[in-house]
């Protein structure tokens, strides 16, 4: 998780307010937790950070050895079908990649509103495809997250026109907002695509971690039953074993 994700999971428990002073709070505690010891490093993320560096190996033994220990294999080439996972937030990309790493989905994080570029560059693999695309969206439940889900949607059809694409909104719901209990907002008058959508908006992290995999991986092996894609568990555990 990210430090907002921690901070966001607080204030649904009441442990922070919702407000500056309440990021800072949970922000110092982790610094403070992680300096002492008592939470782990590889428990947090930022994504916002990252090295550049190519891959090097001091022999080619060594870049073969790397190779093999390295390889997994692909559990889609022979399926029924495809899958991708879009992702609004770049912040929950470290939440959802162990599932979608697992079975070897795709994990597109898309920042909101999907580029031109993005989006064309995934119609094109999905076009390539002589399967079903199933494709499925995680957004905040405000105005401009359901729009952004929507237009992932049209832009795919209008993009891949003669491909056989089933796009399902995975989250936030308002189904979900009533059954977890989740922490709701005004919905902000000042987005343009207010007017109709009513007063409640919830944001993608207000939901739990573990619900969010869940939700993830529920949807992958449910694919995988409708198409008669039974490998997808086993052989997950065997990449996850190798």
Known sequence: MTV???????????IVEKTEAGYAKVQTDLAIMRRTGR????????????????????????????????????????????????????????????????????????RGYASLSFLHTAAEFISSLDVPAYVYHLGDYDPSGVDAGMKIERDLREMAPRSEIHFERLAVSPSQIEQWNLPTRATKTSDSRSKNFGEVSVELDAIAPDALRSLVESAINRICRRTNSGFCRSQSKVNEST
């Open 4 to 14: 907002r994700q921690v901070y966001y999971q607080a204030t649904v428990r009441n």
């Open 39 to 110: 939470l782990s490093y590889d428990w947090l993320a930022d994504n916002t950070r990252w090295q550049r560096k190519p891959r090097t190996f001091d022999s080619i033994e060594q870049a073969l050895q790397d190779t093999a220990r390295f390889y997994r294999k692909s559990l889609w080439t022979d399926a029924a079908c495809y899958v991708e996972i879009w992702l609004e937030k770049d912040a929950l990309a470290g939440v959802v990649m162990p599932v979608t790493s697992l079975y070897d989905v795709p994990l597109m994080v898309a």
